[in-house]
């Protein structure tokens, strides 16, 4: 029999060490190692007992087997108590702990009173000592305990296993085992021999119990299996689930995001409860491809439902699903994707908006490139002829007549021109194109452009040129001369009596590069100081009483304001109504040439002269071919060569002029763009083909002159560009740039 003793406390504090080995702090578990505890320490004194040698030591021994037999019973009670969620007020949990403790003192006077045992004597019964007595008074209360305590506990385990839903089965199911075999196993022990102490070996079998309901209390406990703190505040909701999809527990938030969970029982599964039937699809697609995270909506609220897996070591135990209720970010995330569709519908109807304008500006372009064609083409015709009869005509009358019709022709021609700026401004074709230039022949061939309307209206023109500026520089000096022309213009036309000065100047020079200043001073009728603003509107005039005759389309200052943003600067006015205006700007441009540009009237005669030698110039034995389907184009372009003395041969289509560039060689050709059959684009790439007149420079003569026609034509092989109507300056510049040299005179 020592040896049974000796097992059942080897045991018992095997089960102490394997609770303490896994022991994680938590108010329940402390009722588990207490209990495993007195497990040891009664069976020790069961152990004791059995090798003692004298009735004091049996007495000692038994004392202490007592410890467990007094207080067991309450924790046991208070276990069962915490596993089925109810609670005991304070002062009846310590009631029963006084009550235990009373009982355990009757225990203590043990061998000095009759109280608790009335006799005491040794007894063997096979090996081991055996401690014989008889019952006292006391020994009733004990019994109070032990019978109380069971009925209270089976009550409690059988009714939370019918009614209670949010109780473990199983953990309840081994609970009630456990008293059954507890019972079972005390009553067999009295009927077999009362000398056999079967309580050691319940104490075992009990141990063996607890640390099954400790190991499923640690790993599917709610609190225990996630961060507590969030658990308690109710941040987060979260549910718990075995592998069989059976429900372990929730929270109170979990509850009120899945009111349906309050139907669960513990350890059955979720299957049946139709709201939680999201969850198991939501486990079935976690455990298939790793997907932790879902959303979920409830009450017009969003949740981001994250999975994890419960692991016991290496294995896979269970689920645990975190509830974060995520409505803010969802909403932000609804209302942003709300706006980007809205921003998505925006674009679309913008780009919409955008190919219809585009449309519209295309529509507009080709229209104005329509217009500009038909027009240029007789404006050409007008200019041409009206050319020839100031050139022949020897009748100043004649002569006077002609000079009007020039100047009418070169109005319309002027209405054309900022038309079609305009519209190349619009479209965002407008380029700025560099090249060195010498500012005194800019200057002398404004001057030649404006003295003569000056001179009409009777208006003192002077310009005052800084002697020691730069004399050359890079840049557009088109555009340069075309904004300061629009300027001067706008002042002679504006001013019936006084004078109009133009001032150039040259603010600083630093590393190659020269700051200039141009200003255009007159004494016209001024502006209003809330007009200015409005001045670089398109097509608005102001006063039109007073400026009622005269002649423009507005688009004037407008275009001067888009030449110079494109060339980094901007116009500055300062007017006063009644006696005058001033206009300003300054613009960067790169030093070629720092010599300083001297007296600007020397520099003019000497430009005049040097202009007027350049237009007399002649080339009988120049090979020039003519190539346009309009027979007034042709004369009017003879009729322009006819004072240098060329005679050029003619064509009136594409076809005549391959058949002609067949057997003849020229030095210059002329090609009309718009014919039919074959355009001269068609033309020019059939002759490179059959490398006619390879090294003959090909000149584009048309009507066309749409923001980007000269880069077209260049692109396409044609050497340069001439627009209609055809300047006799422009003419002759071409001229004197192909011709080859020995054949100018």
């Known amino acids: 029999m020592v040896n049974y003793y000796l097992i059942t406390a080897v045991l018992a504090v095997i089960n102490l060490f394997v609770l303490i080995f896994i022991f994680e702090p938590k108010k329940t578990n402390y009722y588990f190692m207490i209990l495993l505890l007195l497990f040891a320490l009664t069976n020790g004194a069961y152990l004791a007992i059995a090798v003692s040698t004298s009735l004091e030591e049996a007495v000692l021994a038994n004392k202490i087997s007592y410890l467990g037999g007094c207080f067991m019973p309450p924790i046991v009670l208070f276990l069962i108590i915490a596993i089925c969620n109810y609670t005991i007020k304070p002062w009846l949990r310590c009631g029963l702990y006084i009550y235990s403790a009373i009982v355990y003192f009757s225990v203590l006077t043990i061998g000095y009173s009759n109280i608790y045992y009335d006799s005491i004597y040794l007894d063997k019964f096979m090996d081991a000592t055996v401690l014989g007595h008889t019952y006292g008074p006391a020994h009733k209360m004990f019994y109070v305990i ?39 196993l005390f009553i067999a022990g009295r009927m077999i021999n009362p000398n056999i102490e079967i309580m ?6 009990d141990g063996w119990f607890f640390l099954y309901m400790y190991r499923r209390g640690m790993v599917y406990n709610v609190e225990d299996n996630i961060a507590g703190s969030f658990a308690k505040q109710g941040t987060y909701g979260y549910i718990m689930l075995d592998t069989k999809l059976n429900y372990l527990g929730c929270n109170q938030t979990a509850v009120s995001i899945f009111p349906g969970i309050s139907e669960c029982v513990v350890d059955h599964t979720i299957t049946k409860v139709p709201e939680m039937e999201v969850i198991s699809t939501w486990i079935g697609e976690y455990s298939q491809n ?18 994890e897996s419960i692991m016991y070591g290496r294995k ?76 022949e005509s020897d009748d100043d009358e004649i002569c006077n007549y002609a000079d009007d019709v020039k100047n009418a022709a070169l109005s319309l021609l002027s209405i054309i021109n900022e038309l079609l700026d305009s519209s190349k401004i619009e479209s965002g074709m407008m380029e700025i194109i560099e090249e060195n230039y010498h500012l005194g022949s800019v200057l002398n061939d404004l001057y030649t ?49 006084g004078s109009v000065l133009l001032k150039v100047s ?72 009644g006696k005058g205006s001033e206009f300003s700007f300054e613009i960067r441009q790169k030093v070629i040439d720092a010599t300083p540009i001297g007296d600007f009237k020397d520099k003019k005669s000497y430009l005049a002269k040097e202009s007027v030698q350049k237009k007399g110039f002649t080339a009988p034995d120049a090979k020039i071919l003519v190539v346009d389907d309009n027979k007034m184009n042709i004369k009017v372009l003879k009729g322009l060569l006819k004072q240098n003395k060329v005679q050029p041969d003619e064509a009136m289509s594409g076809k005549e002029c391959l058949a002609l560039t067949e057997h003849n060689t020229y030095d210059l050709i002329f090609l009309d763009h718009m014919m039919p059959e074959m355009d001269g684009i068609e033309t020019l790439h059939v002759m490179k083909e059959k490398k006619l007149c390879e090294n003959t420079p090909v000149i584009m003569l ?20 001439i627009s209609k109507p055809v300047m006799p300056q422009v003419l002759n510049e071409v001229l004197l740039k192909y011709l080859p040299e020995e054949k100018i005179l």
């Not at 000096?477 to 009596?497: F, G, H, M, P, S």
């Open 200 to 205: 050691p070996l319940v104490y075992v079998t």
């Open 449 to 497: 452009m404006v003295s003569i309307r000056a001179k009409e209206k009777e208006l003192s023109l002077s310009f005052e040129v800084d002697e020691k500026m730069p004399r050359a520089y890079c840049g557009d000096a088109k555009r340069i001369k075309q904004v300061v022309l629009n300027i001067l213009t706008n002042a002679i036309k504006y001013t019936t009596q």
């Open 146 to 184: 032990l019978y109380g305590y069971l009925i209270i506990q089976i009550a409690l385990l059988v009714y939370s296993l019918v009614k209670r839903r949010v109780v473990s089965k199983y953990s309840l199911g081994a609970m009630l085992l456990m008293e059954v075999v507890t019972i079972s």
């Open 290 to 307: 790793a997907k932790k995270v879902f959303n979920y909506e409830n009450k017009e609220r969003h949740f981001e439902c994250r999975i």
């Open 316 to 391: 896979v135990c269970g689920y645990m699903v975190e509830l974060r209720d995520d409505t803010d970010r969802w909403q932000k995330i609804n209302l942003i994707s709300k706006h980007n569709a809205e921003l998505q519908e925006l674009t679309v109807q913008l780009e919409k908006a955008k190919e219809e304008a585009e449309r519209a500006n295309k529509a507009k372009s080709d229209f104005l490139a329509r217009v500009s064609h038909e027009i240029r083409t007789p404006v050409n015709a007008i200019l041409g002829m009206n050319e020839m009869i100031l050139r």
């Open 702 to 721: 048309t009507a066309n002159a749409i923001a980007g026609d000269r880069e077209r034509y260049l692109a396409e092989g044609f050497n340069d560009f």
């Open 506 to 577: 040259c603010n600083k020079v630093e590393q190659e590069e020269a700051v200039l200043t141009f200003s255009v001073k007159d004494t016209g009728i001024g502006i209003r100081n809330e007009n200015i603003e409005k001045i670089y509107d398109a097509f608005q005039r102001f006063d039109l009483e007073k400026n009622k005759n005269v002649e423009g389309t507005g688009l004037g200052m407008n275009i001067v304001q888009q030449f110079l943003k494109l060339m980094g600067s901007e116009l500055k006015i300062v007017s006063e109504y």
